[in-house]
């Protein structure tokens, strides 16, 4: 199973220190790991503006049009349980069945603390993810969330479709060559670890994998549930037959959630369980919610690409009748 790794800023090392010395003046709320909606951004605080909050989600779904890669971004207050930022963000991604092609941006705005989660089989290697770090530090200092998130998504496209990126890089030296004195450790950790996920399945407690299980089975039974509307949706939009893949897929993601659901009842019932088979049980369980969830996500993705060709065809085919009339009085025009 591929792991997951974080990225936390230099700025954001630097504030876990400053943030001890000044906890006892200002105290804070805390979020514990959050379950990711519909849309690309969850802000728990009210860090945008209603819209600024449609603008950047505007802009990162662009961004999957463009790339087939996800960006999610999560506003809160401060981490908790865990209350370290990576296995949070990691928590969190674990938890909602982030693929290799989702990445996480988490922020706490109390705290002053963020970091990137990725899949370490992704398409974005460790050093672009650090470059981009890089790129938004100046705009959650400032607390510009929405140029946070809208450089977030330039800084990935250009990665992604073979932009150099290299500013990032030049901005994390100079941020060095500013903050050598403070951070010069720090830095030295935060760029030459790759840090997997501590939030790895095969690494976390008993009950921590338990309480992630659970949670997965309640997340997978609930986009099923928005599937199965979604699917009556694109049988009546579109048809039956462009339907039936999308029912099998449905089908197959609801045989996955029984399965997963005879697992929880065996770990439920009065028969004693090992340590053994109650990790091997609850790991069978992520799993199977995971793929159902990631071949339901995959549909849905096919038809809202449906629904734009069907939005834009009107002004596609306006567009090339106006050209020709264009081509035609120009040829008029040369005889």
Do not use: H
Not at 242 to 267: D, G, M, W
């Amino acid at each position: 199973m591929p792991t997951r790794w974080s990225f936390g800023a230099v700025a954001s090392a630097l504030t876990v220190a400053l943030a001890a010395l000044l906890s006892a003046a200002a105290p804070a709320f805390a979020t514990d790991p959050v379950t990711l909606d519909s849309a690309y951004v969850l802000d728990e605080v009210d860090a945008l503006s209603t819209s600024d909050e449609a603008a950047a989600n505007a802009r990162l779904a662009d961004l999957y049009a463009s790339t087939g890669v996800d960006l999610y971004a999560v506003f809160v207050d401060d981490f908790t349980n865990p209350s370290d930022r990576n296995e949070w963000a990691d928590a969190v991604a674990y938890d909602n069945g982030l693929g290799q092609s989702q990445y996480l941006l988490a922020v706490a705005t109390d705290s002053r603390q963020f970091t990137i989660s990725a899949d370490s089989s992704g398409p974005l290697s460790e050093d672009q993810l650090l470059a981009i770090e890089a790129d938004l530090k100046p705009f959650l200092s400032s607390g510009d969330y929405l140029g946070a998130i809208t450089t977030a998504a330039d800084s990935f496209e250009t990665a992604l479709t073979g932009g150099s990126g290299g500013g990032g890089f030049f901005a994390v030296v100079l941020l060095v060559i500013v903050v050598a004195a403070l951070a010069g450790l720090v830095l030295w950790i935060v760029i030459r670890s790759r840090r997997k996920r501590k939030a790895d399945p095969q690494a976390v407690s008993l009950d921590e994998l338990a309480r992630r299980a659970a949670s997965a089975l309640v997340a997978t039974d609930d986009a099923i549930t928005t599937s199965t509307q979604e699917l009556g949706f694109a049988r009546a939009q579109f048809g039956d037959a462009a339907a039936a893949e999308f029912e099998k897929t449905l089908a197959a993601a609801r045989t996955s959630l029984t399965e997963a659901f005879s697992l929880q009842q065996r770990l439920d019932d009065a028969e004693p369980d090992t340590e053994a088979q109650i990790r091997e049980w609850n790991l069978a369980i992520l799993d199977l919610c995971k793929k159902a969830n990631a071949a339901l996500d995959e549909k849905a993705a096919e038809f809202e690409a449906l629904r734009e060709l069907e939005r834009t065809a009107p002004q596609a085919l306006e567009r090339v009748a106006q050209d020709r009339e264009e081509a035609s009085a120009g040829i008029a025009g040369a005889e």
